[in-house]
């Protein structure tokens, strides 16, 4: 897999804010880092995405070293991590409980690490009004924490990491205490300010919709290791397991027998019937053993158009309408099968009992391992 491959730094063209290698963390008898190896480049907005327990945390607590590795090794900047100590990384930590002073103002929680760092008073002055204007928080300077609403807390906390000016900065679930809205707003305000700023984010979250709209590239994690490493669309459109399929939004999965066909693509042969697969990555001498489909990518048909290539007849078991989009529930022998269809008509176009045909674009289908 790719986030597992042995690298070197020299073999990378773009410049690494973080390398991290063959890294292992146990706690007793749990494996929380089960040699993960990656590489996060300067100024990219990286997240690490998976379930609870994973391992997320504990990554990003050991790169930021507040946690040491049991082995492996991470540079930052190219140097090894281990020759520096949390407080003189180039990092900065958010964490999602924000961890603010209550009993500081905003400003004084802010200029707190630059006064510990001795920073001169008038340059503490200076960096930290920046800082209030960058997020937009001026005029909350003089209130305490205690005064504040979620999101004000989060740019408070948000604006004492950057005040520090890192290199690196480190997210742990940093929107995870908002209500939806306030989040989706966050996302984007947090998205422009990576944007704008050049900083290398490395941000950890449970939430994959988070993870797709505010990330270059992801790291999907799961039981210490990391399944996929790729950019959102490549995560989304071609998982390479059945975890990372099912993590990622939904997918209907079919059981297949897959062989190579003459004209280049794939025949994956399920229960439903034999389907064309194309734009198959993988070497097809080790066909995967389950066939894919987002629900989007599936397309109902009504009427007689039954014997179609790469379809199958389905009942309509129910939908649900959704505003933007009506989400169906099939029935296509014992396979359950799920389709999004858009709502370009104000009424859901099959009901509940109805026949249609269900098309399989050889383009979208996906050939996943056991
Ligand atoms: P969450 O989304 O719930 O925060 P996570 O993916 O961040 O999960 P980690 O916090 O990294 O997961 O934990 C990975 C595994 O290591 C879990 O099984 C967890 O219980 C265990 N673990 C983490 N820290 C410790 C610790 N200090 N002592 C014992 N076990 C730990």
Redesign the pocket.
Known sequence: MQGERHLEPQKCSVPLAVEVVSLLRQ??S?V?LSGVSLEIRKGEFFSLL????????????VIAGL?LPDGGLIRISGRDAAEIPAHRRPVNTVFQSYALFPHLTVSDNIAFGLRMKKIAAAEIVDRVQRVLALMQITELATRKPAQLSGGQKQRVALARALVNEPEVLLLD?PLGALDLQLRRQLQVELHQLQRKLGITFIM?T?DQEEALVMSDRIAV?NG?KIEQLGSAREIYERPRTRFVAQFIGQCNLFKADVRPANNGDILARTELGEFSVSNVSKDPTRPGSFMAIRPEKIQLLGGATCGMKNSFAARIEGFTYCGAETRYRLLAGQQTVNVVVMNREASAVFQPGETVQCLLPAEHLILLDA
């Open positions: 706690f007793g749990v929380a998976g379930p609870s327990g994973c391992g997320k945390t504990t990554l990003l607590r946690d679930e950890v449970h994690m210490g």
